[in-house]
C-alpha cells in the first residue's frame, strides 16, 4: 500500500527531474531533485512504495530516460495516469518502472489516498475511498520485465 502524490495534466521531464541536474552522476542525488519545480517536498516525504498520480500526457517532453528513473530511485512502486507521452511510457519499462493508464483513478484518486495496484489484473484499490477501479493489466512478458528490474535486467536473465 503507497500514499499517493497527486499532479495534474501535461508533467513534462523536465519538472519531473529539471535539466540543470542532469550532470549528476549518483542516482539517489539525482533523484532527490525529482519534482522539485512542482513540489518541493516531494523528494523529502516520498516513502517506499508511495504512488505517483497524474492526469493526461504524463512525461511527455524530452525522451530522457532519467525522469522515469528517478521516480523510480525516489522509492515510488507505480505511476497512474489517464495517459503517458510514449517516450516516457516506453523508458518506464525499459528501466522497469511499474505504470498504469487508467482514466477514472486518475480523475478519482485524491493525494494522500492509501491505494495498492495488483498488476497481474490491473486493478487499483483506493483503501480510503473503498473504491476498485479497472485498468488493463500489461502482457506477461512486460511485467517479467518490470519484475527484472527493466529491460537489460531480463535480457541478462536470458528471456
Known sequence: MGKVFRYGDNIDTDVIIPARCLNIMDQKELASHCMEDIDKEFAQQVQLGDIIVAG??????????????????????????????????????????????????????????????????GEIINHTRGETYRSQPFPRFIQEIMRAGGLMNWIRKGR
Open 56 to 121: 493526461a500526457n504524463f512525461g511527455c517532453g524530452s525522451s530522457r530516460e532519467h525522469a522515469p528513473l528517478v521516480i523510480k530511485v525516489s522509492g515510488v512502486s507505480c505511476v497512474i495516469a489517464s495517459s503517458f507521452a510514449r517516450i516516457f511510457y516506453r523508458n518506464a519499462i525499459n528501466i522497469g518502472l511499474p505504470i498504469l493508464e487508467c482514466q477514472e483513478a486518475a480523475e478519482r484518486i485524491k493525494a494522500g489516498d492509501e491505494v495498492t495496484v495488483d498488476f497481474n489484473t
